[in-house]
């Protein structure tokens, strides 16, 4: 009678043991994604809209106008930020979705997660030469050589504040600058929104 006690319990302990491992973590950003540079993932996104959040934990509010479109984009979408080009604009970044090509008007609202291993640190800043090297959560270094006319906009940045990298891809920057990219610091938004930079060798 023991016997048979325990074999059903080693059939039943079986059962529920296949049944846990048979179900995957949702977790909206796996680890196997290689981004190129400027571009994000969407991790997660509010229910109406209103908020995205990037890879590394970052937070975007998204404008009135544009929150529907928001609704139908997917997670794991690759996202580019960049500026809005447009003067009185009620929103100072656009977010365009790679996958749809469509965009929307957004505020930096809060910055990324510190130790993320997605997030990107300054690791080394010379405010007078214009060269920025950050460091992500996983060790990875990148150098930046900033556009001549925004040094003097990074002469109080530190080292070990967090930055996104957006893209400088409106339709005029071709002529204003040879940068590919832009460098956001939420620290520092209220004294400058972006400096442009291009990707350097170390």
Known sequence: MMKRFFQICLVLLSVTTFCV??????????????????TQLLAAKGIDGSLIELQDGAQFEIVDADREE?????????????????????????????????????????????????????????????????????????????????IKHVQCWEKGETVIIGAYDNWYSRFVSSSKFIIVSYENLDFVKFVRANNVPL
């Open 21 to 38: 491992a048979d179900v995957t973590p949702y977790s909206p950003v796996q680890e196997h994604f290689i981004l190129p540079q400027g």
């Open 70 to 150: 928001v609704m139908e984009w997917k997670t794991n979408s690759p996202l580019t930020i960049s500026a809005n080009p447009y003067w009185f604009s009620s929103s100072d970044f656009f977010i365009t979705n790679r996958h749809t090509g469509t965009y929307v008007g957004a505020n930096y609202t809060a910055g990324p997660v510190m130790d993320h291993h997605f997030t990107n640190r300054i690791f080394h800043i010379d405010p007078y030469e214009g060269e920025i090297i950050l460091i992500d959560g996983r060790g990875n270094q990148t150098c930046w050589k900033l556009d001549p006319h925004d």
